[in-house]
């Protein structure tokens, strides 16, 4: 599975939209990009997944560059609760999650 | 909506003793994981199981851990004897098969003192 690589920390203003990169250069064609989020203490929660296209849904949108070397995920608007570590994963089906350390996202009040 | 629950959350004891963790999956899901995460780093796999059958425990310390899910549908994971190194959140997950999304519990966090 391809490694990812993402910032270690970031910050967000409160209602601001929260764009969350991720490199992953040695993608393979069937690899889904996946996202999760761990706020303190608590189990990882699932936001989105993708392999090509853009998707969206009730959490975030996720952006997926047209050589799928790179993704963002987007907050449209982040709220205090968004605040949390968030893991970008990239997957062939039927193999096993590898986490990294993500990114803290912070949002400022 | 259906999660993942997990027992206990909280779970304190000394070196050398045995303990428990309880997991019950989200109700038709037949893959279920068992994780541990370290503070400051993401969890890692320690083992897989497809209904009552374990599919890759290759990351699970055989010496001291053993996991089980006799029934195929909530599953025990257990140290024996606890070293202080074992001090970590230990999540369970639960998927519709393997490859599929995954869905957490909330976690066991263990302190060995």
């Known amino acids: 599975d391809a490694k990812t690589t993402q910032p270690p920390s970031m910050d967000c203003a409160e209602g601001r939209a929260a764009n969350l990169p991720c490199n992953h250069s040695?993608?393979?064609?069937?690899?889904?990009v996946y996202w999760y989020r761990q706020i303190h203490s608590q189990g990882p929660q699932y936001i989105i997944h993708g392999l090509k296209n853009n998707e969206t849904n009730e959490m975030a949108s996720l952006i997926i560059t047209e050589d799928r070397k790179s993704s963002t995920l987007i907050l449209p608007h982040a709220t205090l609760r968004d605040t949390a570590v968030y893991y970008c994963i990239v997957r062939v089906t039927g193999n096993q999650f590898y986490f990294g350390t993500g990114t803290s996202l912070t949002v400022i009040p | 909506e259906a999660e993942v629950a997990q027992s206990p959350r909280y779970k304190i004891t000394e070196k050398s003793q045995a303990v428990a963790f309880w997991c019950d999956p989200i109700s038709g899901h037949a893959t279920l994981y068992w994780y541990r995460q370290i503070l400051g780093q993401g969890p890692e796999l320690l083992v897989q199981f497809q209904d009552e059958s374990v599919v890759d425990d290759s990351q699970l310390p055989k010496d001291r851990f053993s996991a089980e899910r006799l029934k195929g549908v909530d599953s025990t994971l257990k140290i024996q004897p606890a070293e202080l190194g074992d001090s970590a959140m230990y999540l369970c997950?639960?998927?519709f098969g393997q490859g599929e999304t995954q869905y957490f519990g909330p976690g066991t966090r263990l302190l060995v003192l």
């Open positions: 997950a639960s998927s």
């Open positions: 040695t993608i393979s064609g069937n690899e889904y």
